[in-house]
Nanobody, 121 residues
Framework: QVQLVESGGGLVRPGGSLRLSCAASGSIFSIDPMGWYRQALGKQRELVATISSGGSTNYADSVKGRFTISRDNGGNSMSLQMNSLKTEDTAVYYC???????????????WGQGTQVTVSS
């Protein structure tokens, strides 16, 4: 069974930093891409950043220059470094992966349980 587990959320003041981590476990052949989405109260879930197995990254315009996504060499864990946080970054952040469990499996989307990030003075 495949699981994605996030950690690192919390409360931070505007202008502060947080680092989120996500670890995937279980029967995994490949994950491509991995990424982060977020959902603020009363809003739709939106893309924050993604990273491919080759290291290519993609960011939402709202976080470019402030957030950095990275992935470990083995490819089953990733982090999101969030700097210069703003109140509008407050949301539940979800880890996401498009995962193949074995060589000729088709890709399926898996989600973590979410971690709360609150930016407030």
């Amino acid at each position: 069974q495949v699981q994605l587990v996030e950690s690192g959320g919390g409360l931070v003041r505007p202008g502060g930093s947080l680092r989120l981590s996500c670890a995937a476990s279980g029967s995994i052949f490949s994950i491509d891409p991995m990424g982060w989405y977020r959902q603020a109260l009363g809003k739709q879930r939106e893309l924050v950043a993604t990273i491919s197995s080759g290291g290519s990254t993609n960011y939402a315009d709202s976080v470019k220059g402030r957030f950095t996504i990275s992935r470990d060499n083995g490819g089953n864990s990733m982090s999101l470094q969030m700097n210069s946080l703003k109140t509008e970054d407050t949301a539940v952040y979800y880890c996401y992966g498009l995962i193949r469990r074995y060589y000729n499996d088709y890709s399926r989307a898996y989600w973590g349980q979410g971690t709360q990030v609150t930016v407030s003075s």
